[in-house]
């Protein structure tokens, strides 16, 4: 829930100044007040949900990791905005892609 809320507040601040595609991204999700969240605004409401995803499946993935058997994944120290948009599409083409074999394999 906490991180939700700041996701939330971060998407509804204000921005200014620069490309918030080159923004990096603070593995320490505390550090993103000053960053993070004025480059967030500035971002298309597409790329502010891929981020968003991108977030979520990283921050709760190192959150969860031992507990149900997920590896840890947390953010890189060199992330930016960009890359972690690209990242998100690119992840979720894989799961596209790996949804055909799912619907054969359901089939067989």
């Known amino acids: 829930m906490k991180i939700y809320s700041i996701l939330c507040l971060?998407?509804?601040?204000?921005?200014?100044?620069?490309?918030?595609?080159?923004?990096?991204?603070?593995?320490?999700i505390t550090k993103w007040s000053s960053s993070v969240k004025p480059s967030l605004q500035k971002l298309t409401p597409d790329e502010r949900v891929l981020f968003s995803q991108y977030v979520v499946r990283h921050i709760s993935g190192s959150a969860g990791a031992g507990l149900i058997g997920d590896k840890s994944d947390p953010i890189p120290d060199d992330m930016t905005i960009g890359k972690?948009?690209?990242?998100?599409?690119?992840?979720?083409?894989?799961?596209?892609?790996?949804?055909?074999?799912?619907?054969?394999?359901?089939?067989?």
């Not at 971060?10 to 320490?28: E, I």
């Not at 979720?92 to 054969?104: N, S």
């Open 10 to 28: 971060a998407l509804l601040l204000a921005a200014c100044g620069g490309d918030p595609h080159d923004t990096k991204v603070p593995a320490d």
């Open 84 to 108: 972690a948009i690209e990242d998100q599409r690119n992840y979720i083409a894989r799961q596209h892609a790996k949804e055909p074999d799912k619907t054969t394999a359901a089939t067989h």
